[in-house]
C-alpha cells in the first residue's frame, strides 16, 4: 500500500523489538468472539483507474462547469480569485492540526485573528469566533447562547429565515427543551410587523431575522433592535455577507449577535459542504461565544505572538460545563474567507456588492417583462427575487434543464402557499448574454 | 510589543488604493447602486478591509504558512487525533468542478453523482462498523455526538422513558463526551477506571440503574487500551434499559480487526478527519457521519439518500427523524475525500492501516517505557500514553517535554490528557509513518530526557528555535485582543504608533498582566 511506509522486514524487526511472535498477540485484549470477521468494501481501484472513475461519475452531475445555474437560496456561485484555492492548497495550512501549540501554528493562529478581524469589521461588530459548521448551526447555537444569557426559554424566528436554517433551529431547541415560534411575512416579503408586536412577549429571550431573507427581499428591519431590547431579548441578525459591502450590516441594526453563512467569501458551493458559519457578537457577549478564539499576545521575549484564548469556555477544559461541545470547525474555509476578503479589500467588498445588485435588477426587470411570468419590481433586493409563472415550475425545468439552464428553487416546497412561484439569483459570475440567453430561454416555455 | 515585519497583520500593511482582485465592470441596469436600494437599507460606513495588491497578499499568507507544523512537513504524534498523511487523490477529486460546481437544491437528477458517492460511502460504512444505517449529515465529530445523543433522547421519549437522564462517561473519556450530555440537560455520571485503565465493572454497576440514558465509551479507550470487558459492558448497559454510544475518535485501531456493531453499541459516530484521511485544515472542516443499529433507524436525521434501481434521491418523510442537523446534506466535499480514500485501500488495505498503526504504537511503547514509564504497561492499540510525572520533580511538566520535542522538528503528542494520568503524553504514530522517523523521534525523547537530568531550563523553556518562544496565554485571557481593532484601540492607548515596525521598543502590553 502506497501510503504505509513499513515493509515486511520492518514489520519483523518491530516485533521482536515488541517482544512478540506474531502481530496477533498484540489483539491478546479483543474477546475472540469480535476477531476474524473479515470487511468487505467496494474493491481496491488504482489512482489511474479511481480518477477515471470519479470523472466518470461527476459526468452524471449538473455543475457550473456545464449548466448556468440560476440557484441561490443560502448557497451561491461567486468568482473566486485563482490565489485563494492556491494558498489553501498550501500544505503547511491544510494539513496542520487545530492549533493547540501555538509555538508551532502562527500561521493559523495569525491567520484566524485576522479573519476575526474581517468578520467583526464587515458585520460591524464588536468580536468574531474563528467559524462554525454553517451558517443553520451558527444560529442554532446563537439561539442557545441568547436563551442561557436571558435565562428565558423561547426564540422568535421569522418564517422568511432559509427554512433549513429554521429547522435546524428546530432540532437544537427541541433538543434541549426550548420553544420556537414564528413570525410571518407580508405579501411584499417583508416580516410581518404586527405580528411581531403580539408576539413579542417577556417569555422571548431573542428575535431571528434574516435579511437579505430567503425571498431575496432586504428588510427594512428600522426599530426592531430597540423594541426587541426594549423586552429584554436580544436581536440575532442573518446576513449574507457578500452583501455587507453595500447593504446596511448587523452592528449598524443593533443586533447582537451576527450569523450567516460565509460559502459566498471564497469557497464553491460543494453540493452543500463544507461551509462556514460565521458568528460575531457585542462586546458584553465575548466570554459566552461557542468556538474557537484566536487572541493577540506577547511570548516571554515580547515579540507579538497568537493564541487561542477564553479557553475556559472550551469543552476539553470545561467538559461537562462548556459553553458548546464544539472544537473542530472550519479553519480552512475561514482561511478561504479571510483571503477572499483580504483580496477585495475595501473597496472591492463594495463593488462586488453593487455588481450583484446590478445582475439581480436587471434580470428582474427583463423577466418582469415577460409575458406569463411576474415579479415584484419595488421589493428590495440584493441578488435574488421571487418569480411568479402562470405555469408549473416544473414545465419550466423540463424545457430549460435539457438546455443546461438550471432556472432556480422552486418555493412550493419550503411554502406551500407559494405556488408557481420560485427563487432566481443572479451574481457576478453572469454576463449579459447569459442573463439574455436565460430570459429568451424563459419565455419560450410560454 | 515586539512586531517582526513577518508577523504584521494584514491591515497594518494596507494603504489606501490599492485593491488584489478585479472584478468585472459593466453594468447593465445603467443604474448607480445608490439608486437600486433604498437609502435606510445602505451601509453608512464603509468595511475598513485591508487594502493590498495581488501578490503582497499571497506574499503575506505564504510566509505565515511557513510558521506553521503540519502533517506534510512534520512527525504529529498526536494522542487521539490520528494525524496520518492526506492523500492529494482525495484532494483532486474534491476540487473536481464536476463535484465542487453542483448546488446543493439542484434537482436529485442532475446531481446523481454525488448522491451516488453518498449512497455507496455509506454501504462502505456500515460494512466498517457493522452498524444498520448512517447519516453523514453531521459536520464534526462533536455534531456527531450531538445527533447521537439526539437519538438517545428521542429513543427513550419514543418508548414513554423520558425520565432516563444520566449519561454514564469514562473518566477517561474525551471532552466533548460530558459537554455534548451536558448540552442536552443531561446529568453527566463518571464512571470511574480501573488500576488497568479499564472501565471499573463495579462502579458501571453502581451507576446503571432506571435513570440510565446511555453510556458513552471510547474503545480503545483513551489510554489506548481495548476494553477486554466490552461484551460485559454493553450487555449490562442494555440489561437497565440504556444505549450504548461509540465515540469514533479512536477508529483508526479497529479496521477491519472488530466492529463497535459486533461489540453491542447502538450508536457511533466516525471522524473522517482521523480515520479516513480528509485533511485537518487547521481546525476543520471535519465531518462525523453517524451509524446506527436498526431500532434508532426511525431517528436519524434528515435527509438520508436512498437507491431506486440505478436512481439515487433523498429521503425526507422520516416521521420520527430528530429533524435537520445542518443547511443542506452535509459535508459533501469531505464525504467524497473519504469515499476516494476507502476505493484506494480497499479491505485488505484497510485492515493494514490498522495493523500498521498498531505495530508502530506498540514499537514506540516499547521503546519509550525505559524512558517514561507508560500508563499501562500492556500491548496498546493505535495509541499509548506514558507519563512524565518523575519529571515533576525536577520542575518538567508533560507540557514543557512537548515543547521541547518542537525544536527537534516533532509535533508535541497530546499533553495533560487522559486527565486520569499525571502528566500524561499521550502518543499516537499512525501508520503512515515510517520505522526510520519513529527510530529518529525515540531519540529526540532520550535526548530531552538527558536534557531534563542535565540542563532543565533548556527544556523548561523550550522551544527555542520556533518563530515565538512560550507566548502569555494568560495575558490573552484577561486582556483579550481578538480583532485589529481591539489592537488599533490598546495601541493608541499605549502611545503606539498603529502597528509600525517597532522591534527597538520594550513589550508593553506585558504592564497589565
Redesign the interface.
Same mark, same amino acid.
Request: hydrophobic residues 35%.
Given at each position: 500500500m502506497h501510503y504505509h511506509p513499513l515493509t515486511e522486514e520492518d514489520r519483523r524487526e518491530m516485533l521482536e523489538a515488541i517482544g512478540v511472535r506474531s502481530f496477533k498477540d498484540l489483539l491478546a485484549g479483543i474477546p475472540t468472539k469480535l476477531r476474524g470477521r473479515e470487511i468487505s468494501v467496494a474493491e481496491s481501484a488504482s489512482e489511474l483507474e479511481l480518477r477515471r472513475e470519479i470523472t466518470r461519475i461527476g459526468q452524471t452531475n449538473l455543475s457550473t462547469q456545464n449548466a448556468l445555474s440560476f440557484l441561490g437560496g443560502g448557497s451561491y456561485d461567486h468568482f473566486i480569485p485563482t490565489s485563494v484555492p492556491q494558498i489553501l492548497s498550501r500544505n503547511e495550512f491544510y494539513t496542520a492540526y487545530t492549533p493547540y501549540q501555538p509555538e508551532a501554528s502562527q500561521g493559523t493562529l495569525q491567520a484566524m485573528f485576522e479573519y476575526q478581524s474581517l468578520i467583526a469589521e464587515l458585520t460591524g461588530m464588536a468580536v468574531s469566533n474563528a467559524s462554525h459548521y454553517d451558517g443553520a448551526t451558527s444560529l442554532a447555537e446563537a439561539g442557545l447562547l441568547a436563551l442561557r444569557h436571558t435565562g428565558r426559554r423561547k426564540v422568535l424566528v421569522a418564517r422568511s429565515v432559509h427554512p433549513h436554517y429554521r429547522e435546524v433551529l428546530r432540532t437544537y431547541l427541541e433538543a434541549a427543551d426550548f420553544a420556537l415560534e414564528e413570525i410571518g411575512f407580508d405579501a411584499d416579503g417583508q416580516f410581518g410587523r404586527d405580528e411581531f408586536q403580539d408576539i413579542l412577549t417577556e417569555e422571548v429571550g431573542a428575535v431571528v431575522f434574516q435579511t437579505p431573507n430567503f425571498l431575496g427581499v432586504v428588510e427594512d428591519l428600522q426599530g426592531v433592535a430597540d423594541q426587541v431590547h426594549a423586552k429584554g431579548a436580544l436581536s440575532i441578525l442573518i446576513t449574507n455577507p457578500i452583501s455587507l459591502g453595500v447593504l446596511r450590516p448587523p452592528g449598524e441594526w443593533g443586533a447582537d449577535l451576527a450569523v450567516g453563512e460565509g460559502q459566498v467569501l471564497g469557497i464553491p458551493t460543494n453540493f452543500g459542504g463544507p461551509y462556514l458559519g460565521y458568528f460575531a457578537a457585542t462586546g458584553e457577549l465575548m466570554r459566552k461565544i461557542p468556538g474557537r478564539l484566536a487572541g493577540m499576545t506577547i511570548d516571554r521575549e515580547g515579540k507579538r505572538a497568537f493564541v487561542l484564548t477564553l479557553q475556559a469556555r472550551e469543552q476539553h477544559i470545561r467538559r461537562e460545563r462548556a459553553s458548546s461541545n464544539i472544537c473542530t470547525n472550519e479553519g480552512l474555509c475561514a482561511l478561504a474567507a479571510c483571503l477572499y476578503l483580504t483580496l477585495l479589500g475595501k473597496e472591492g467588498i463594495r463593488e462586488v456588492g453593487e455588481i450583484n445588485l446590478d445582475r439581480a435588477h436587471y434580470l428582474r426587470d427583463e423577466i418582469g417583462r415577460l409575458k406569463g411570468f411576474q415579479v415584484d419590481p419595488r421589493a428590495p433586493i440584493f441578488n435574488e427575487f421571487v418569480v411568479r409563472a402562470d405555469r408549473p415550475f416544473a414545465e419550466i425545468c423540463s424545457r430549460l434543464i435539457p438546455r443546461g439552464i438550471l432556472p432556480g428553487i422552486d418555493l412550493v416546497s419550503f411554502y406551500p402557499e407559494m405556488k408557481g412561484a420560485f427563487l432566481v439569483c443572479a451574481t457576478e459570475t453572469k454576463t449579459k448574454e447569459d442573463l439574455d440567453r436565460f430570459v429568451k430561454e424563459l419565455s419560450s416555455t410560454g | 510589543?515586539?512586531?517582526?515585519p513577518e508577523?504584521k497583520?494584514?491591515?497594518e500593511k494596507?494603504r489606501p488604493g490599492?485593491?488584489?482582485?478585479k472584478?468585472?465592470k459593466?453594468?447593465?441596469?445603467k443604474?448607480s447602486?445608490s439608486s437600486?436600494?433604498?437609502e %435606510?437599507?445602505?451601509?453608512?460606513?464603509?468595511?475598513?478591509?485591508?487594502?493590498?495588491t495581488?501578490p503582497e497578499?499571497?506574499r503575506?499568507?505564504?510566509n505565515?504558512?511557513?510558521?506553521?507544523?503540519?502533517?506534510?512537513?512534520?512527525f504529529?504524534p498526536?494522542g487521539s487525533?490520528s494525524?496520518?498523511?492526506?492523500?492529494k487523490?482525495n484532494?483532486?477529486?474534491?476540487?473536481?468542478?464536476?463535484?465542487?460546481?453542483?448546488?446543493?437544491?439542484?434537482?436529485e437528477e442532475?446531481?446523481?453523482?454525488?448522491l451516488?458517492?453518498c449512497y455507496?460511502l455509506e454501504?462502505?460504512l456500515k460494512?466498517?462498523t457493522g452498524m444498520d444505517r448512517f447519516t453523514l449529515q453531521p459536520?464534526?465529530?462533536?455534531?456527531g455526538?450531538?445527533c447521537g445523543m439526539?437519538m438517545v433522547?428521542a429513543y427513550h421519549a419514543s418508548r414513554g422513558e423520558p425520565n432516563r437522564r444520566k449519561v454514564l462517561v469514562p473518566d477517561s473519556s474525551h471532552?466533548?463526551n460530558?459537554?455534548?450530555?451536558?448540552?442536552?440537560?443531561y446529568e453527566?455520571v463518571e464512571v470511574k477506571s480501573n488500576t488497568r485503565g479499564r472501565v471499573d465493572l463495579g462502579s458501571l454497576r453502581r451507576s446503571l440503574g432506571s435513570q440510565t440514558a446511555c453510556l458513552m465509551l471510547t474503545n480503545p479507550n483513551t489510554l489506548g487500551?481495548?476494553e477486554?470487558d466490552?461484551?460485559q459492558i454493553t450487555e449490562m448497559v442494555h440489561k437497565a434499559g440504556g444505549l450504548l454510544y461509540y465515540d469514533g475518535a479512536n477508529f483508526n485501531a479497529l479496521?477491519?480487526?472488530?466492529?463497535p456493531g459486533?461489540?453491542g453499541f447502538d450508536i457511533v459516530h466516525l471522524?473522517l478527519?482521523k480515520t479516513f484521511t480528509t485533511?485537518?485544515?487547521?481546525?476543520? %472542516?471535519?465531518?462525523g457521519p453517524v451509524g446506527v443499529k436498526e431500532r434508532l433507524v426511525p431517528f436519524l436525521?434528515i435527509p438520508l439518500v436512498e437507491k431506486c434501481g440505478d436512481r439515487f434521491s433523498f429521503d425526507l418523510n422520516r416521521p420520527q427523524t430528530?429533524?435537520?442537523?445542518?443547511?443542506?446534506?452535509?459535508?459533501?466535499?469531505?464525504l467524497l475525500r473519504a469515499y476516494?480514500y476507502?476505493?484506494?485501500?480497499?479491505?485488505?488495505?484497510?485492515?493494514?492501516?490498522s495493523?500498521?498503526a498498531?505495530?508502530?504504537a506498540?514499537?514506540l511503547k516499547?521503546?519509550l517505557k525505559d524512558i517514561l514509564p507508560v500508563a499501562v504497561d500492556?500491548?496498546c492499540m493505535h495509541e499509548f500514553v506514558l507519563s512524565a510525572k518523575a519529571a515533576k520533580e525536577k520542575g518538567i511538566h508533560a507540557l514543557d517535554i512537548?515543547?521541547r520535542l518542537?525544536d527537534y522538528g516533532f509535533?508535541?503528542p497530546t499533553v495533560h490528557?487522559p486527565l486520569v494520568v499525571p502528566e500524561a503524553l499521550m502518543i499516537e504514530p499512525t501508520?503512515?509513518?515510517?520505522?526510520e522517523t519513529l527510530d529518529r523521534f525515540i531519540e529526540a525523547l532520550t535526548q530531552i530526557a538527558r536534557e531534563i537530568d542535565e540542563n532543565p531550563d533548556l527544556v523548561r523553556?523550550a522551544?527555542h528555535s520556533?518563530?515565538?518562544?512560550?507566548?502569555?496565554?494568560v495575558?490573552?485571557?484577561r486582556h483579550?485582543?481578538?480583532?485589529?481593532?481591539?489592537?488599533l484601540r490598546e495601541s493608541t492607548q499605549q502611545g503606539g504608533t498603529k502597528g509600525e515596525f517597532e522591534s527597538k521598543e520594550?513589550?508593553r502590553?506585558?504592564f497589565r498582566s
Amino acid at each position: 500500500m502506497h501510503y504505509h511506509p513499513l515493509t515486511e522486514e520492518d514489520r519483523r524487526e518491530m516485533l521482536e523489538a515488541i517482544g512478540v511472535r506474531s502481530f496477533k498477540d498484540l489483539l491478546a485484549g479483543i474477546p475472540t468472539k469480535l476477531r476474524g470477521r473479515e470487511i468487505s468494501v467496494a474493491e481496491s481501484a488504482s489512482e489511474l483507474e479511481l480518477r477515471r472513475e470519479i470523472t466518470r461519475i461527476g459526468q452524471t452531475n449538473l455543475s457550473t462547469q456545464n449548466a448556468l445555474s440560476f440557484l441561490g437560496g443560502g448557497s451561491y456561485d461567486h468568482f473566486i480569485p485563482t490565489s485563494v484555492p492556491q494558498i489553501l492548497s498550501r500544505n503547511e495550512f491544510y494539513t496542520a492540526y487545530t492549533p493547540y501549540q501555538p509555538e508551532a501554528s502562527q500561521g493559523t493562529l495569525q491567520a484566524m485573528f485576522e479573519y476575526q478581524s474581517l468578520i467583526a469589521e464587515l458585520t460591524g461588530m464588536a468580536v468574531s469566533n474563528a467559524s462554525h459548521y454553517d451558517g443553520a448551526t451558527s444560529l442554532a447555537e446563537a439561539g442557545l447562547l441568547a436563551l442561557r444569557h436571558t435565562g428565558r426559554r423561547k426564540v422568535l424566528v421569522a418564517r422568511s429565515v432559509h427554512p433549513h436554517y429554521r429547522e435546524v433551529l428546530r432540532t437544537y431547541l427541541e433538543a434541549a427543551d426550548f420553544a420556537l415560534e414564528e413570525i410571518g411575512f407580508d405579501a411584499d416579503g417583508q416580516f410581518g410587523r404586527d405580528e411581531f408586536q403580539d408576539i413579542l412577549t417577556e417569555e422571548v429571550g431573542a428575535v431571528v431575522f434574516q435579511t437579505p431573507n430567503f425571498l431575496g427581499v432586504v428588510e427594512d428591519l428600522q426599530g426592531v433592535a430597540d423594541q426587541v431590547h426594549a423586552k429584554g431579548a436580544l436581536s440575532i441578525l442573518i446576513t449574507n455577507p457578500i452583501s455587507l459591502g453595500v447593504l446596511r450590516p448587523p452592528g449598524e441594526w443593533g443586533a447582537d449577535l451576527a450569523v450567516g453563512e460565509g460559502q459566498v467569501l471564497g469557497i464553491p458551493t460543494n453540493f452543500g459542504g463544507p461551509y462556514l458559519g460565521y458568528f460575531a457578537a457585542t462586546g458584553e457577549l465575548m466570554r459566552k461565544i461557542p468556538g474557537r478564539l484566536a487572541g493577540m499576545t506577547i511570548d516571554r521575549e515580547g515579540k507579538r505572538a497568537f493564541v487561542l484564548t477564553l479557553q475556559a469556555r472550551e469543552q476539553h477544559i470545561r467538559r461537562e460545563r462548556a459553553s458548546s461541545n464544539i472544537c473542530t470547525n472550519e479553519g480552512l474555509c475561514a482561511l478561504a474567507a479571510c483571503l477572499y476578503l483580504t483580496l477585495l479589500g475595501k473597496e472591492g467588498i463594495r463593488e462586488v456588492g453593487e455588481i450583484n445588485l446590478d445582475r439581480a435588477h436587471y434580470l428582474r426587470d427583463e423577466i418582469g417583462r415577460l409575458k406569463g411570468f411576474q415579479v415584484d419590481p419595488r421589493a428590495p433586493i440584493f441578488n435574488e427575487f421571487v418569480v411568479r409563472a402562470d405555469r408549473p415550475f416544473a414545465e419550466i425545468c423540463s424545457r430549460l434543464i435539457p438546455r443546461g439552464i438550471l432556472p432556480g428553487i422552486d418555493l412550493v416546497s419550503f411554502y406551500p402557499e407559494m405556488k408557481g412561484a420560485f427563487l432566481v439569483c443572479a451574481t457576478e459570475t453572469k454576463t449579459k448574454e447569459d442573463l439574455d440567453r436565460f430570459v429568451k430561454e424563459l419565455s419560450s416555455t410560454g | 510589543m515586539l512586531i517582526d515585519p513577518e508577523s504584521k497583520l494584514s491591515f497594518e500593511k494596507s494603504r489606501p488604493g490599492r485593491h488584489g482582485a478585479k472584478l468585472p465592470k459593466s453594468h447593465f441596469t445603467k443604474k448607480s447602486a445608490s439608486s437600486l436600494i433604498p437609502e %435606510p437599507l445602505r451601509r453608512r460606513r464603509p468595511a475598513e478591509l485591508p487594502e493590498l495588491t495581488e501578490p503582497e497578499v499571497v506574499r503575506h499568507f505564504v510566509n505565515l504558512s511557513k510558521k506553521n507544523f503540519s502533517i506534510d512537513t512534520h512527525f504529529y504524534p498526536l494522542g487521539s487525533c490520528s494525524m496520518k498523511y492526506n492523500p492529494k487523490v482525495n484532494e483532486w477529486a474534491a476540487a473536481e468542478p464536476s463535484f465542487a460546481g453542483v448546488h446543493p437544491l439542484q434537482p436529485e437528477e442532475t446531481a446523481q453523482g454525488w448522491l451516488r458517492i453518498c449512497y455507496e460511502l455509506e454501504q462502505d460504512l456500515k460494512e466498517i462498523t457493522g452498524m444498520d444505517r448512517f447519516t453523514l449529515q453531521p459536520a464534526a465529530g462533536a455534531q456527531g455526538e450531538l445527533c447521537g445523543m439526539m437519538m438517545v433522547r428521542a429513543y427513550h421519549a419514543s418508548r414513554g422513558e423520558p425520565n432516563r437522564r444520566k449519561v454514564l462517561v469514562p473518566d477517561s473519556s474525551h471532552g466533548t463526551n460530558p459537554a455534548t450530555a451536558a448540552f442536552l440537560g443531561y446529568e453527566v455520571v463518571e464512571v470511574k477506571s480501573n488500576t488497568r485503565g479499564r472501565v471499573d465493572l463495579g462502579s458501571l454497576r453502581r451507576s446503571l440503574g432506571s435513570q440510565t440514558a446511555c453510556l458513552m465509551l471510547t474503545n480503545p479507550n483513551t489510554l489506548g487500551l481495548f476494553e477486554e470487558d466490552i461484551l460485559q459492558i454493553t450487555e449490562m448497559v442494555h440489561k437497565a434499559g440504556g444505549l450504548l454510544y461509540y465515540d469514533g475518535a479512536n477508529f483508526n485501531a479497529l479496521l477491519g480487526i472488530a466492529r463497535p456493531g459486533d461489540m453491542g453499541f447502538d450508536i457511533v459516530h466516525l471522524n473522517l478527519h482521523k480515520t479516513f484521511t480528509t485533511p485537518h485544515g487547521g481546525g476543520g %472542516p471535519g465531518a462525523g457521519p453517524v451509524g446506527v443499529k436498526e431500532r434508532l433507524v426511525p431517528f436519524l436525521p434528515i435527509p438520508l439518500v436512498e437507491k431506486c434501481g440505478d436512481r439515487f434521491s433523498f429521503d425526507l418523510n422520516r416521521p420520527q427523524t430528530i429533524g435537520r442537523l445542518k443547511s443542506f446534506h452535509g459535508q459533501a466535499g469531505m464525504l467524497l475525500r473519504a469515499y476516494v480514500y476507502i476505493r484506494t485501500l480497499g479491505s485488505a488495505g484497510l485492515k493494514q492501516v490498522s495493523e500498521d498503526a498498531i505495530l508502530n504504537a506498540n514499537y514506540l511503547k516499547e521503546r519509550l517505557k525505559d524512558i517514561l514509564p507508560v500508563a499501562v504497561d500492556e500491548p496498546c492499540m493505535h495509541e499509548f500514553v506514558l507519563s512524565a510525572k518523575a519529571a515533576k520533580e525536577k520542575g518538567i511538566h508533560a507540557l514543557d517535554i512537548g515543547k521541547r520535542l518542537l525544536d527537534y522538528g516533532f509535533h508535541a503528542p497530546t499533553v495533560h490528557f487522559p486527565l486520569v494520568v499525571p502528566e500524561a503524553l499521550m502518543i499516537e504514530p499512525t501508520e503512515t509513518e515510517s520505522k526510520e522517523t519513529l527510530d529518529r523521534f525515540i531519540e529526540a525523547l532520550t535526548q530531552i530526557a538527558r536534557e531534563i537530568d542535565e540542563n532543565p531550563d533548556l527544556v523548561r523553556n523550550a522551544p527555542h528555535s520556533l518563530p515565538i518562544r512560550r507566548p502569555d496565554e494568560v495575558l490573552a485571557a484577561r486582556h483579550p485582543i481578538l480583532t485589529y481593532r481591539d489592537w488599533l484601540r490598546e495601541s493608541t492607548q499605549q502611545g503606539g504608533t498603529k502597528g509600525e515596525f517597532e522591534s527597538k521598543e520594550e513589550p508593553r502590553l506585558s504592564f497589565r498582566s
